[in-house]
């Protein structure tokens, strides 16, 4: 039975699509170690979530988490490449004259669909994700990281059409007959010396190659995708919890909080990374670590506090970073030309943040590689993150690889999706007791409050649904979750604008009551802003 309908035909460019987008996969998936280029599922994600409203991507991102929808993004970039098998078959066919399917004509034709399909696909992605190339998981500059996964697409998508072309010739391959020897020798196959594929055949090829590619292509691709999640950031959303005694004035980084927007986080390599600084400066440049920390350094003591931290959350820490002043690295560069008014801070995840330059140097915006006295953890932006006090954590960007001094507006990665970019609000919050803790007679009651640069002036605690307030004294006067500046002999000098102080009352009329509330508190920053924070309850 001869091959007459055109959907065997498409078949075999399915499956041949599907073969090619396997290959491809599996060369994305490789790069992204190799070179640290960010995956097609993953730029995907970071050009379309700044055009979905914040409240839709946190009810998303708590219904499915964020590997699911990538996985899903994987698959469909699966069947996508298969799709495209299709639409080479049918470009192919439209353009096919009288030569048959094993003439060199063919063949050539094949390949330069092919070839032309890969480009196409290549020019339309570069286009597609041209904001978002820079992105590296090992911290290249971004002038380097958008060369870098501008020639990886080249690679991925040169794959899917070499292996498309290769794959199809294989499935169609017809079978020849010998045409009769002349007196010049003998004949090269012409057309009528073909024999036309059967249908059966070429749909038994089909079923072999593709069942054939599910099972090693399938397994290559669950392999690297192991490895690639075994890298995940689980650690995404951890809390410093107050433990027992409440929590400790400054936060240990494995307690310290941690929020990232990515599935895997970058790992930057010493070697290849180093910080670009460019825009409206007397010269740019890029520095190595080494380079940074030639200049001027501090140590502070400074909070961070997560923006989608709720009233009593656990998304708030203190640390001792150490690293050089903004202001220190604009003045190496010769200072900031004007118009300047405006910083964007680059992370190698394709991250941004940005602020008013005077804003940045009134709150003296520190550039850190040291956090509690060891560089910096991965999780928290080895190697180099700026912190700004005063601000929510949001502002204070990881990993980050350049830094660009505009005059025009910006908006950064979380203002996009509908987060503010004001300082952060006055807050505090009760520690002790724990809620529900059972009391016998008066119990000192424990806490924070937290106000960023403005600093606290009083904390008053209320058990009667605030008919009387009561004013708390500080526990420690100033403590760890304040800025500190550390002196060349490790002295603290306590900076009480910018202060966090844990707090305590001791609540002598709860003895006695089966039910005592302590339900709220109001909190007076320096600058006068107050608050009225409600709380859990506290039983006897």
């Known amino acids: 039975m001869r091959l007459t309908k055109n959907r065997e035909w498409f078949v075999s460019g399915l499956v041949a699509g599907f073969v090619a987008s396997t290959v491809a996969i599996i060369v994305m998936l490789a790069l992204r170690f190799l070179l640290g280029t960010p995956t097609v599922p993953e730029l995907l994600a970071e050009r379309t979530l700044p055009y979905v409203p914040a409240t839709l991507v946190v009810r998303l991102l708590v219904t499915f988490g964020k590997i699911p929808p990538l996985g899903m993004t994987l698959l469909g970039q699966w069947a996508f490449g298969a799709l495209l098998g299709i639409l080479f078959v049918v470009v192919l066919r439209r353009s096919r004259g009288k030569a048959d399917s094993e003439s060199a004509a063919t063949t050539r034709r094949v390949a330069m669909v092919a070839i032309g399909l890969a480009v196409i696909m290549w020019l339309v992605s570069v286009a597609i994700f041209w904001p978002v190339l820079p992105e590296n998981l090992y911290g290249y500059p971004a002038p380097q990281g958008r060369l870098i996964t501008f020639l990886t697409f080249g690679l991925v998508f040169a794959s899917y059409g070499t292996v498309l072309a290769v794959a199809y010739r294989l499935l169609t391959r017809s079978r020849s007959v010998q045409s009769p020897s002349s007196s010049q020798g003998v004949q090269e196959p012409t057309p009528s010396s073909a024999i036309p594929i059967a249908r059966r055949t070429l749909l038994t090829r089909s079923a072999l190659t593709a069942g054939g590619t599910l099972v090693v292509g399938g397994g290559a691709v669950g392999g690297l995708l192991t490895y690639l999640l075994s890298r995940s950031a689980s650690y995404d959303g951890h809390r410093n919890v107050p433990g027992p005694r409440g929590l400790s004035a400054i936060t240990p980084n494995a307690d310290f909080y941690v929020v990232t927007k990515n599935v895997v986080d970058p790992a930057p390599s010493l070697e290849r990374w180093a910080l670009d600084v460019n825009g409206l400066v007397g010269s740019s440049g890029q520095y190595d670590l080494a380079s940074l920390q030639r200049l001027p350094q501090e140590a502070r003591t400074i909070t961070l506090e997560c923006i989608s931290n709720e009233v009593s959350g656990d998304l708030i820490s203190t640390a001792v970073w150490r690293g050089v002043p903004l202001e220190a690295v604009l003045r190496d560069r010769g200072g900031v030309k004007s118009p300047g008014n405006r910083v964007i801070f680059h992370s190698a995840d394709g991250f941004t943040s940005t602020l008013p330059l005077q804003d940045l140097l009134q709150h003296r915006a520190l550039l850190a590689w040291e956090m509690n006295g060891v560089a910096l953890p991965i999780r928290h932006g080895f190697p180099l993150r700026v912190i700004v006090p005063g601000y929510y954590g949001e502002k204070s960007a990881k990993w980050i690889v350049g830094i660009e001094v505009v005059n025009t507006a910006f908006q950064d990665f979380y203002e996009g999706e509908g987060w503010s970019g004001q300082p952060l609000k006055t807050r505090s919050r009760i520690d002790l007791p724990k809620p529900g803790a059972v009391i016998r007679g008066p119990v000192t009651v424990e806490g924070i409050a937290f106000a960023g640069t403005r600093g606290i002036r009083t904390v008053e605690v209320s058990t009667d649904g605030g008919k009387a307030w009561n004013k708390a004294a500080p526990l420690v006067r100033v403590v760890g979750l304040l800025d500190l500046a550390l002196g060349p002999s490790g002295d603290r000098e306590p900076r009480p604008e910018r202060a ?41």
């Open 500 to 540: 966090r102080r844990r707090w305590h009352r001791r609540v002598a009329d709860c003895e006695g009551r089966r039910h005592c509330s302590i339900r709220r508190l109001r909190v007076s920053s320096r600058a006068g802003a107050r608050r009225v924070v409600r709380e859990g309850e506290i039983k006897k």
